[in-house]
T-cell receptor, first 112, second 116 residues
Framework: GQNIDQPTEMTATEGAIVQINCTYQ??????LFWYQQHAGEAPTFLSY????GLEEKGRFSSFLSRSKGYSYLLLKELQMKDSASYLC?????????????FGAGTRLAVHP | GAVVSQHPSWVICKSGTSVKIECRSL??????MFWYRQFPKQSLMLMAT?????????EQGVEKDKFLINHASLTLSTLTVTSAHPEDSSFYIC????????????FGPGTRLLVL
């Protein structure tokens, strides 16, 4: 089966650091994505991990451990505009093509 | 770049009518396009995958006769919700990849459908 777990909600303070965890159990694995989604808008790509380790991109970093089925998204120097849902998605190969399985998303609220 | 557009951005229709949603890749050729549905405060659920020139592959539980998908060219896929009912009201989002095996899906801005 396919299962992706992430916390439902998190709150953090402007300027702080927050880590959003994601654990997954999928029938295939071909990479893990993090997307940001503001209310009423489509997701925007943040990061992609296919090998173990940390990928850093500005204020955002993403970590992957394939053996543990675990990833996290790290947001530094939080800004009010970072208030959004963060979606963890695993790409698997099924039926002849790649497809993304999304977690339910973590709603992050950044307050002053 | 990799820009995906959708049209319309929102639509209100009467129960029983059909609604067509277009998804276009503006600056690249999309070998594969995906259609998702998202209910309020829930995550994206994949409905179907379409490859240019072939029949769409539907996910389990998605009625192919109700949600008609056509991927006639490398830049255009359409989703038609036939005989729409209030329970079909949702946020429909398409995405596209540049090549088979390409890692990143680029999402359109979404279409909000309200069926009265």
């Amino acid at each position: 089966g396919q299962n992706i777990d992430q916390p439902t909600e998190m709150t953090a303070t402007e300027g702080a650091i927050v880590q959003i965890n994601c654990t997954y159990q999928t029938s295939g694995f071909n990479g893990l994505f993090w997307y940001q989604q503001h209310a009423g808008e489509a997701p925007t790509f943040l990061s992609y991990n296919v090998l173990d380790g940390l990928e850093e991109k500005g204020r955002f970093s993403s970590f992957l451990s394939r053996s543990k089925g675990y990833s996290y998204l790290l947001l530094k120097e939080l800004q009010m505009k970072d208030s959004a849902s963060y979606l963890c998605a695993v790409r698997g190969f099924s039926g002849g093509y790649n497809k993304l399985i999304f977690g339910a998303g973590t709603r992050l609220a950044v307050h002053p | 770049g990799a820009v995906v557009s959708q049209h319309p951005s929102w639509v209100i229709c009467k129960s029983g009518t059909s609604v067509k949603i277009e998804c276009r890749s503006l600056d690249f050729q999309a070998t594969t396009m995906f259609w998702y549905r998202q209910f309020p405060k829930q995550s994206l659920m994949l409905m179907a995958t379409s490859n240019e020139g072939s029949k769409a592959t539907y996910e389990q539980g998605v009625e192919k006769d109700k949600f008609l998908i056509n991927h006639a060219s490398l830049t255009l896929s359409t989703l038609t919700v036939t005989s729409a009912h209030p329970e079909d009201s949702s946020f429909y989002i398409c995405s596209a990849t540049k090549d088979r095996g390409q890692e990143t899906q680029y999402f359109g801005p979404g279409t909000r459908l309200l069926v009265l």
